[in-house]
């Protein structure tokens, strides 16, 4: 059935950058062909979230941010044919159309016929032109139009989103657990299993340790990795990594060397496999050079600044070592990743302990104090 009417809803906005979001009541608009209208259950809180707001990452705004979310089909489009009300749904920032060349083929997640606001390889990853495939909004406040954030907008009460951007889950789905399932989990588990693709009694090091890189830590230990070394500045989440499976914890600002060069003699002669889970280019440069020389390989994950450019000798990679980038660990979307939240129904793995904390909607704001600081060792979590 489509749906006819606008639907008035509780929304954060976030007006500019370096300020908190505003609570407003927005109008959304009903579903175009294609399209859906999601009501959101709960949302994660990202990096990507917090650069967008500190205005290191730069989105057209007003927008409407949040990308890792969960919840219940209100309404459908004309044409709309893989979900119906009611469905329980994940929401990702990767469509899936399964027709174009990019999504037909066995490796990578990334689609050329992708929604322009999100993905297209002519404007390059996540294009952030803040509108839906016809180029306009189905947000509406104070008589203005509001922007999407990469076509899926979660820190809402409802959201509009193309319905190759959703996957149908498990009926029986905790939404305030599996929301992570969306863009956290497949991130951290896909650069371990599918991109590093880590194998038994290997040594890795993860630049980052939070939500992100806790994750990676799990996914490591799963792998059989013999020696897992943790980096981050903040040292109160080392007990918190060390339950996790790290082995070993560095803190760069403690160390009287750069830190690659102390993993390096650690390891004799540096790590198997290397995460950076920070998002800052110093980090990566150090991560790649953590890595051995000969066959060293290095996963880039964390979202750099806008504009900001790698910069290292490129001599390094003469003798072997590998540097990889992954989006959404390489898992095709709307095919692969709801089957991660049966496995996890399956009791296959568990990734509650990611969430740490949980806060109302209306407390977002005081959710990113804690996610910016050292109390924060994981994922925050927002149900709205």
């Known amino acids: 059935s489509c749906t006819k009417l606008n639907h008035s809803s509780n929304i954060t906005i976030a007006w500019t950058a370096n300020a908190p979001l505003s609570i407003e009541e927005v109008e959304v608009d009903p579903p175009k062909p294609g399209e859906v ?27 409407i941010l949040g990308h890792e979310g969960t919840g219940i089909i209100e309404s459908i489009g004309e044409g709309v044919t893989t979900v119906q009300p009611g469905d329980k749904v994940l929401i990702f ?53 509001i922007y999407h954030l990469y076509g899926t907008s979660t820190f809402t009460e409802y959201t509009v989103v193309h319905e190759i951007v959703v996957g149908k889950i498990d009926a029986a789905a905790p939404l305030d657990k599996v929301c992570i399932m969306s863009c956290a989990v497949p991130i951290d588990f896909g650069v371990v299993f599918n991109t590093a693709r880590v194998t038994p009694g290997s040594t890795c090091v993860i630049f980052g340790l939070g939500g992100i890189g806790s994750a990676v ?34 803190n760069p600002q403690n160390l009287k060397r750069p830190v690659q060069e102390v993993v ?4 004799g002669g540096g790590a198997d496999f290397a995460f950076e ?42 003798p072997g070592r590998t540097l990889k980038g992954a989006t959404l660990g390489e898992y095709k979307t ?48 927002v149900p709205a």
């Open 334 to 381: 709307r095919s692969c990743i709801p089957k991660l939240v049966t496995d996890y129904m399956q009791r296959k793995f568990n990734t509650d302990s990611l969430i740490t904390h949980q806060f109302p909607f209306e407390k977002i704001n005081k959710a990113f104090e804690l996610f910016r600081s050292e109390h924060c060792h994981e994922y925050v979590y």
């Open 37 to 63: 209208r999601i009501k959101i259950v709960s949302s994660g809180l990202c990096g990507t979230d917090k650069h967008i707001l500190e205005g290191k990452d730069k989105v057209p705004l007003p927008a």
């Open 264 to 267: 390096v003699e650690m390891t």
């Open 93 to 145: 920032l990767l469509p899936e159309c399964g027709e174009c060349r990019f999504c037909l083929h066995p490796k990578g997640n990334m689609s050329k016929t992708l929604l322009c606001h999100s993905v297209c390889l002519c404007n390059g990853i996540l294009s952030p032109t803040g509108l839906m495939l016809d180029g306009t909004s189905r947000f509406t406040c104070r008589g203005r139009k």
């Open 217 to 250: 830590v799990m996914g490591c230990k799963a792998s059989g990795a013999s020696r897992i070394i943790g980096v981050d500045i903040i040292e109160d989440k080392f007990p918190w990594a060390r339950a996790l499976g790290v082995t070993d914890c560095l």
């Open 277 to 318: 889970a920070v998002g800052l280019t110093d980090t990566m440069v150090a991560a790649f050079e953590s890595c051995h020389v000969s066959y060293g390989v290095c996963v880039i994950i964390g979202v750099a600044p806008s504009a900001a450019k790698l910069s290292f000798d490129p001599l390094m990679l003469l």
